[in-house]
């Protein structure tokens, strides 16, 4: 089954109540209770985890390098426009992984333009609130099948049968 690794940064446990006119009303749960249930139909099961904490997220990357996650899905939050750490851990694991933000983070504040966590991830969707996670989703379940495809493809012209 592939599995799938969605990680929240700092204030995101706030989503509903957290400035809603910029980030929405839906909660965390609601967010993790969709994708999962989106990733259901692609035969996908999601591992869940958000912290306040830098280190804690470093540490939870670094995880996927053998626990056999496939794919991650990732809102660094406010650590996307700082966290060096973060983005090495990114670039290390060789695990595909797709940024997602709530907001349209480009037309907003000049710092939040900053961002030295996108460059190591396959690609970033940002600015369709919540919605935002089905579509990180979608793309990073493409991503991952095509990969799959590649592979198979590779493997027949070899003569080997995956
Ligand atoms: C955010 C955008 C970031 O700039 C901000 O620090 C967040 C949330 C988003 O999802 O829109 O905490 O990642």
Redesign the pocket.
């Known amino acids: 089954m592939t599995k799938i690794l969605l990680l929240n940064?700092?204030?995101?446990q706030l989503l509903g109540r957290r400035e809603p006119e910029i980030?929405g009303r839906v909660t965390l749960d609601e967010i993790v209770a969709a994708v999962t249930k989106e990733a259901a139909v692609y035969g996908a099961e999601v591992e869940a985890f958000q912290s306040n904490w830098e280190g804690a997220l470093v540490d939870r990357i670094g995880g996927a390098m053998t626990d056999g996650t496939d794919g991650i899905i990732i809102?660094?939050?406010?650590l996307?426009?700082a966290s060096v750490a973060v983005r090495d851990a990114l670039a290390a694991v060789h695990v595909p992984a797709v940024e997602v933000?709530?907001?349209h983070?480009d037309a907003?504040e000049p710092f939040?333009q900053v961002r030295l966590t996108t460059p190591v991830c396959i690609g970033v969707i940002?600015g369709f609130g919540a919605y935002s996670y089905i579509l990180a989703l979608q793309a990073l379940m493409d991503h991952l099948k095509m990969g799959k495809k590649q592979q198979r493809g590779n493997a027949a012209r070899k003569g080997v049968k995956i």
């Open positions: 940064g700092p204030n995101l980030y809102n660094p939050a406010a996307t426009h933000h709530l907001s983070v907003r939040r940002a």
